[in-house]
C-alpha cells in the first residue's frame, strides 16, 4: 500500500494545526508550567484556554500578539469589557 502524496499533505499539514495551537497555549498560558492536576480541573482551564485564545485571536481592535493582548486585557477593564462583549 503506497502513500499519496495528498494524504500524507493533510496528516502533516493538520498535526502540526494541532502543534501550533498546543505551542500557542504553553507560551501564551504556560500550559505545560500549571500545577492543576486533580479531578476535572485540568480538563476545564484547557477550555478555558482555549476560549479566551479564540477570543484572543479574533479581536481586531488592537494589533498586538496574542501574549500581548492578554496582557491588555488584564490591566485595562475596557479593553477586556470589549473582548468579552465580542464572543456571540
Known sequence: MGLDAKVAF????SHWQVESMHWILDMT?????SRIRKDRGPLVFNVLRKIAMTMLKKDESKKASINRKRKMACLDDDFRTSLLNSMP
Open 10 to 13: 493533510n496528516a502533516v499539514r
Open 29 to 33: 498560558f504556560r500550559e505545560d508550567e
